[in-house]
């Protein structure tokens, strides 16, 4: 089932990726950048492998599942984040929405999951006369002079990040570890570790599929 499930997940982010390249209504103001979709793509793999992991761990004899454990593998996909946000703030200084066609809107709700990508798309433009305050993890956050996300990727990126946290919270606290009593260890159970994954992968999905339409749209005569 899960294999299946990844599948599907790949054949509806490709079948929409054609299908935006076929649709010139969307505007995506910033370039295609190959920094940032190499980056998003490194940045699934990691997240993936370092949840897998740390599910797979669990309960074993001599293996450490702790989020102290690994610590400085989330602080290495936070930096990699900040990197790619800063990217992707320069890229989309005139940038300041999503906006999808209704014939777009219309394709991509007939696709497998494909309610969760117009989702993506209405989270990431920014509310009308406000300054829209990311969402990002720890190393984000410390950034000081950090600025607002205004253009689409940002928002998209902001998104990540945001389930990033929402992983390192969890796997931080010992209540959702629970293997002593009172719950001290820290963990992240296999089948949390899999519950996690869902939310994230679709995130970065998200952001992977306005680069196949900017990549797709850029390269056709």
């Not at 949840?51 to 669990?58: E, I, L, M, P, R």
């Not at 570890?177 to 820290?186: F, L, R, V």
Request: glycine fraction near 6%; charged fraction near 20%.
């Amino acid at each position: 089932m899960h294999i299946r499930g990844r599948a599907t997940r790949i054949g509806w982010l490709a079948t929409a990726g054609m299908l935006l390249a076929c649709t010139t209504k969307v505007v995506v103001v910033s370039p295609y950048d190959v920094a940032i979709d190499e980056g998003l793509q490194d940045f699934k793999q990691q997240l993936n492998l370092l949840v897998t992991d740390a599910g797979s761990k669990v309960g074993q004899a001599g293996q450490d599942a702790s989020f102290e454990a690994y610590k400085k593998s989330y602080a290495e996909l936070e930096v990699k984040l900040v990197l790619l946000r800063q990217r992707a703030v320069v890229l989309e200084t005139e940038d300041t929405k999503c906006d999808v066609s209704p014939k777009l809107k219309g394709l991509v709700a007939k696709l497998p999951n494909g309610d969760k990508v117009l989702q993506a798309f209405a989270a990431a433009a920014p509310p009308a006369g406000s300054a829209a305050v990311p969402v990002s993890p720890l190393a984000i956050g410390k950034q000081k002079g950090l600025a607002p996300a205004v253009g689409c990727m940002t928002h998209l990126i902001d998104n990540v990040a945001g389930q990033l946290t929402a992983i390192e919270t969890i796997h931080s606290d010992p209540r959702h570890c629970a293997m002593d009593n009172p719950p001290t260890m820290t963990c992240l159970r296999p089948a949390t570790a899999l519950g996690v994954l869902a939310p994230a992968n679709d995130s970065i999905d998200a952001a992977l599929l306005v680069q196949i339409y900017k990549k797709q749209t850029e390269q056709s005569p």
